[in-house]
C-alpha cells in the first residue's frame, strides 16, 4: 500500500515525495527532455524543497518516456543564449553559473539515483555523473557532444567524468563527441547496473528499498566522505573520513544496529 504522496507543480520536471523518496521526472519529452532555463528554475525549487525536507531518505532522477533522460541542454535556449552574450562581451560564465548545477546533487545530503532511460547526452550526462549510483536500461547512451558544436563541457563533465571513467576513455568521449551504449557504460565504471528497458523501475525501486533501509545519518556520512576524498588528499581524506566515523559512533542509529545485529533481528533506524 502506498503511503502519503505529495505533487507539487512545475513547468518543466514532474516532482513527487512519497514514502521517503523525492522522485524528479524531466518532463519534455517533445524536446527529448532538454535542458532549459525554466528546468533550471524547477530543478532549483525542486533541489531546495529536498534540502529543507527531513523526511526524504533517497532522491531519484528520471525523464519522461523511453527515448531520452536528458538529451543535454536546448540548442536555442541556452546554447545559443550564452554564445551570443559572450560574443557580445557579457559574461557567459556568470550566466551559466546562475543556472542549476549539477554540484547541487552533490551537495544533498541523501543518496541520489539516475534511472537512466534513454539518452543522456551534454548535460544530461553531466547530471547522471553527479548522481551517487546509475542504474540504465539497454536503450541508454551516455555521451558529451558539445565538441561538435564548436563547444565543450560546461556543466562539470570534464571533470566528473574522467574521474568516472579515467583519463583515456573520457578523452575520447570528450574529444570526439560520440557517446557510448548502454553496455560500454557498464565496462568502463559509469553505471552500476544495466537492465531490460521494461525492468528499470524495478531496478530502481529495488535499489531504493535497499538505501532506505539503512540508517540515514550513516548514508549521508558515507556519501560525504566519498565526495571528501576526491577533494582532497588521502591524509586529510583519512582525517575526514574519522571525524565522520566518530559522529555515526555517537548516534542512536549506531547503537541500535549494532544491538539489532546481536540479537539477529533487523535494526529499526530512526535517523537521530
Not at 126 to 132: G, N, Q, R, V, Y
Not at 198 to 218: C, H, Q, R, T, Y
Request: aromatic fraction near 6%; proline fraction near 4%; charged fraction near 30%.
Amino acid at each position: 500500500m502506498l503511503g502519503r504522496k505529495d505533487q507539487v507543480e512545475f513547468e518543466t520536471i514532474i516532482f513527487e515525495k512519497r514514502d521517503g523518496v523525492a522522485r524528479i521526472t524531466f518532463n519534455r519529452p517533445e524536446a527529448l527532455n532538454a535542458f532549459s532555463p525554466a528546468m533550471s528554475d524547477d530543478l532549483k525549487r525542486a533541489l531546495e524543497d529536498i534540502n529543507d525536507d527531513k523526511t526524504v531518505r533517497v532522491v531519484v532522477i528520471t525523464g519522461t518516456g523511453d527515448r531520452a533522460f536528458m538529451s543535454g541542454a536546448d540548442i536555442n535556449e541556452t546554447i545559443l543564449r550564452w554564445v551570443r552574450l559572450a560574443k557580445e562581451g557579457g559574461d557567459a560564465r556568470a550566466a551559466v553559473k546562475e543556472f542549476f548545477s549539477p554540484s547541487m546533487l552533490e551537495d544533498l545530503p541523501q543518496p541520489v539515483i539516475a534511472a537512466v532511460n534513454g539518452y543522456a547526452l551534454g548535460g544530461g550526462c553531466e547530471i547522471a555523473l553527479a548522481c551517487d549510483l546509475r542504474i540504465a536500461s539497454e536503450s541508454a547512451h551516455f555521451g558529451q557532444p558539445e565538441i561538435k558544436l564548436g563547444i565543450m563541457p560546461g556543466l562539470g563533465g570534464s571533470i566528473r567524468l574522467s574521474r568516472v571513467v579515467g583519463k583515456a576513455k573520457a578523452m575520447q568521449m570528450i574529444l570526439t563527441g560520440d557517446p557510448i551504449d548502454a553496455h560500454a557504460a557498464y565496462r568502463v565504471g559509469l553505471v552500476n547496473e544495466v537492465v531490460p528497458a521494461d525492468k528499470l523501475d524495478e531496478a530502481v525501486d529495488a535499489m531504493v528499498d535497499k538505501l532506505k533501509s539503512k540508517g540515514s545519518l550513516a548514508l549521508k556520512a558515507c556519501k560525504a566522505a566519498v565526495n571528501a576524498a576526491l577533494e582532497m588528499g588521502v591524509r586529510a581524506g583519512l582525517e575526514t573520513e574519522a571525524d565522520l566515523f566518530a559522529d555515526t559512533c555517537a548516534t542512536d542509529d549506531a547503537q541500535e544496529g549494532a544491538t539489532a545485529f546481536l540479537e539477529k533481528r533487523k535494526p529499526e533506524f530512526k535517523g537521530r
